[in-house]
């Protein structure tokens, strides 16, 4: 039996360079014919447009690697109305995992935002108390420039077999700092927690030294 690595791949700008990384040397040992990849939100526009979570993987990793068409599933944000796509991309999922009732992810990546949102989990959402659903359709605060998003939701994040974090720069210290120390247990990042173990945290230096900073040079 073929044995498949079943990803989800993080929105925002942090995973830019990972992907790049993944897309040169780093990314030659990896049996891509294997690997199917999944987002874990994108925001409501169509797939080309700069705000897309899937054009900058497309545009730094899958243009650049023997990946095939087929392994890749976006979610297709761009459909109207957003719960839509949401239903669109909870069909294909299940498709995936027939009968099952949570997705069996290998690894999900996810960022993290000042607020302490994580894919398009968002404070105080009412969609962070879903249980059954997969995938669903919500309004980022209104700060955000793209509100409406399409997010899976905590159970189907939650039960896959690894998560890793990835945070860069000064500017997430403070929630990083409040998520790993467990006083912010409301914040949707704190809510994560892998089928087993721990979420595992990559910072780069500017996040990594300004962690010390704010743990007392611990
Ligand atoms: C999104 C995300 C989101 C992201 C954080 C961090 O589409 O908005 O998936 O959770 O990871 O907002 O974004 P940056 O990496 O751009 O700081």
Redesign the pocket.
């Known amino acids: 039996r073929r044995v498949l690595f079943r990803a989800v791949l ?6 830019r360079r990972l992907y790049e990384l993944l897309a040169g040397e780093y990314g030659d040992n990896i049996a891509w014919h294997q690997v199917h990849l999944f987002w ?4 409501c526009v169509p797939p080309d447009r700069p705000q897309s ?1 899937f054009k900058l993987a497309q545009e730094t990793l899958l243009a650049r690697i023997p990946l095939p068409a087929e392994n890749v599933h976006r979610i297709p944000a761009e459909l109207e109305p957003p719960r839509e796509a949401a239903a669109a991309y909870e069909r294909l999922l299940r498709s995936h995992w027939p009968q099952a009732t949570c997705p069996a992810f290998d690894l999900v990546l ?5 607020d302490g ?5 968002f404070p105080g959402d009412p969609v962070l108390e879903e249980r059954k659903s997969w995938v669903r359709a919500i309004l ?1 605060p209104p700060a ?1 420039e793209i509100r409406q ?1 399409i997010t899976l939701t905590l159970p189907a994040i939650n039960s896959a077999g690894a998560i890793y974090f ?1 945070v ?2 000064e500017t ?1 210290v403070p929630v990083l700092h409040r998520v790993l120390e467990q006083n912010g247990s409301a914040l949707p990042a704190s809510r994560v927690r892998p089928a087993e173990g721990e979420p595992r945290w990559f910072l780069d230096e500017a996040a990594a030294k300004g962690l010390q900073r704010a743990q007392g040079g611990r």
């Open positions: 993080a929105g925002g700008g942090t995973p874990g939100d994108e925001r979570n996810l960022g993290l935002g000042t949102h994580t894919a398009s989990l980022a955000y998003r990835l860069s720069g997430k």
